[in-house]
């Protein structure tokens, strides 16, 4: 793993899959499935974050990202001196994304992480407020340590990233995921190539798998809320 200990913002995965560990179904379809207590969750952890990441894959799915509406959430971020709306921050290395999906017409400030390649798409300040290139040449792919660095010297300290498990396993691969929200819901959707939390290529044994600590297990009705926190070496 890349050597993370540099200042990065503190980076919270958030989730939520069927009983059988799936995202979405095969055809990799919007997840629908998870309860208004969910959804309400959802929003509670992305209020508290400064910025949300998320892959271009999820974007496409969605074509939206969640906007805070809650009320008292809007007045809790109000008084903590934040703008209404956490930073939006897409990733792609493509960065080939329509520019006729609704997310570029919400109203939420969007920033894109790049390739070199990537930022020719777009030009800065119109649809992406700011375009972040942070790229590892030798892995022909994001250099995900940098980036979370320039994050952070952006004013960054806290991140919330909402998938896809491409990005997610990405960011465990470089060990910069310091904890899960997971909320497992009352469904089966299998499928061999049904997305999962983390894709990827895996962990080869159980010796180098990441260790988690729960920190917290709440069943409201029917869903199960989970929040873990990596455990390192040093804990």
Not at 120 to 128: K, N
Not at 162 to 184: C, H, K, M, N, Q
Not at 192 to 219: C, I, M, N, Y
Request: with cysteine; charged share 20%.
């Amino acid at each position: 793993m890349a050597d993370s200990n540099q200042k990065r913002p503190q980076t919270t995965v958030v989730l939520a899959m069927s009983a059988d560990g799936k995202i979405a179904d095969v055809k990799r379809s919007p997840a629908r499935f998870s309860s208004l207590v969910d959804q309400a969750h959802l929003e509670k952890q992305l209020a508290a974050a400064d910025a949300v990441l998320f892959g271009a894959g999820t974007l496409r799915t969605y074509g939206t990202t969640m906007s805070v509406s809650d009320p008292q959430l809007l007045q809790q971020r109000l008084q903590q001196n934040l703008p209404p709306q956490p930073l939006q921050i897409v990733a792609s290395l493509s960065a080939e994304i329509d520019p006729q999906m609704r997310f570029f017409r919400q109203d939420v400030n969007r920033w894109l992480l790049t390739t070199t390649p990537g930022a020719r798409h777009w030009h800065e300040g119109v649809e992406f407020a700011r375009i972040l290139v942070c790229e590892a040449p030798a892995a022909n792919g994001i250099d995900w340590v940098s980036a979370l660095q320039q994050l952070a010297s952006l004013g960054i300290s806290r991140l919330a990233v909402i998938g896809g498990g491409e990005l997610v396993a990405s960011l465990i691969a470089d060990d910069l995921i310091d904890e899960f929200w997971l909320t497992v819901c009352p469904l089966i959707l299998g499928g061999a190539d049904a997305p999962t939390p983390v894709e990827g290529t895996g962990f080869v044994s159980e010796q180098l798998a990441p260790r988690l600590k729960l920190l917290s297990a709440e069943v409201v009705n029917q869903e199960v809320f989970l929040h873990y926190r990596r455990q390192r070496v040093e804990d």
